[in-house]
């Protein structure tokens, strides 16, 4: 992933939302120095994209289980947009 730093691009999906989540609570929360605020808001941008990836990287290997008309069972890819 370019532009990610290593350390953003290492983390789950779960770390990077749950950072992302702790994040937004303090930007809510109004009490942090503009300063902070802004290199906490550069630092959400960034994981966001991260699990927006990670997103797409988990829609591109699920496959649809599909009921032929014969009764057949088959795997065919997901609709990836």
């Given at each position: 992933m370019a532009d990610i730093?290593?350390?953003v691009a290492a983390m789950s999906?779960?770390?990077a939302l749950s950072e992302l989540d702790?994040?937004?609570r303090a930007?809510?929360?109004g009490t942090t120095k503009l300063d902070d605020a802004i290199a906490a808001y550069e630092r959400g941008a960034?994981?966001?994209r991260h699990c927006e990836a990670k997103l797409q990287e988990a829609q591109a290997r699920?496959?649809?289980i599909v009921l032929g008309p014969d009764g057949a069972v088959a795997v065919e890819p997901a609709n990836i947009q």
């Open positions: 730093p290593d350390d999906f779960e770390e702790r994040i937004v930007l809510e929360g960034l994981l966001k699920v496959d649809r």
